[in-house]
């Protein structure tokens, strides 16, 4: 069965370096998201990317944040100048078609930790 | 900003008792989505609903959309250790492109 994955599984970073998170989506999706957890709150979202753009992004996503699909199968996330309150798990998910008709698919996320 | 509101936020039942979540929304909703994480795990689709007083059943789950598209609910029959989880519904953003989530409501179940 088709999965997102991600990669790593965890990262621990310095305050003030940048990272970034990768996602593989599944193959004939056409919509991406990255969304966020704090542990043992809400799963919250960040941003949705269609055909090459941003469709929508949080208050979350601020400057410091940025997507990109660099080729034809990885969906990243960057997090230029972290900070501790960024130590959160970092889900990745696709959907064939939009919110509105389609059930979103999760990779395992990224556990980021911010020293 | 919209608002997707749950509650309870923990229940702890017996092995064989039933449990319900509730899930309110701020605005009317287009659809709502329910999904379960497990501990340690990510989000996983159990339901979409679509329609107004929707009732969608999935074995020992029944799924509940309000008739003002505003509210919905999850009740779970004879529970079992295996529904142990975070149960989350969600509904789409203002523009439509992504989900808001609700808090969750974590279930546990003792045998």
């Known amino acids: 069965e088709p999965e997102v994955t991600q990669t790593p599984s965890h990262q621990v970073t310095q305050m003030g370096q940048e990272v970034i998170l990768r996602c593989v989506p599944i193959s004939n999706h056409l919509y991406f998201y990255w969304y966020r957890q704090i542990l043992g709150q809400k799963v919250e979202f960040l941003v949705s990317?269609?055909?090459?753009?941003?469709?929508?992004k949080s208050e979350i996503f601020d400057d410091q944040f940025s997507v990109e699909r660099p080729d034809g199968s990885n969906f990243t996330l960057k997090i230029r100048s972290t900070k501790l309150e960024d130590s959160a798990m970092y889900f990745c998910?696709?959907?064939?078609?939009?919110?509105?008709?389609?059930?979103?698919?999760f990779g395992p996320g990224t556990r980021l930790t911010v020293l | 900003g919209q608002q997707v509101m749950q509650i309870p936020q923990y229940q702890h039942v017996q092995e064989g008792e039933d449990f319900t979540t509730y899930c309110n929304s701020s605005t009317t909703l287009s659809n709502i989505q329910w999904y379960k994480q497990r501990p340690g795990g990510h989000p996983v689709f159990l339901i979409q609903?679509?329609?107004?007083?929707e009732v969608k059943k999935q074995k020992r789950l029944t799924f509940q959309f309000g008739e003002a598209k505003k509210n919905s609910s999850l009740h779970i029959t004879a529970t079992q250790t295996t529904d142990v989880g975070t149960y989350f519904c969600a509904g789409p953003s203002q523009a439509g492109t992504a989900l808001i989530f609700g808090k969750g409501t974590t279930l546990s179940v003792s045998s």
């Open positions: 998910a696709s959907s064939e078609e939009g919110v509105s008709g389609d059930e979103q698919f």
């Open positions: 990317f269609y055909n090459n753009e941003i469709s929508e």
């Open positions: 609903l679509v329609k107004s007083g």
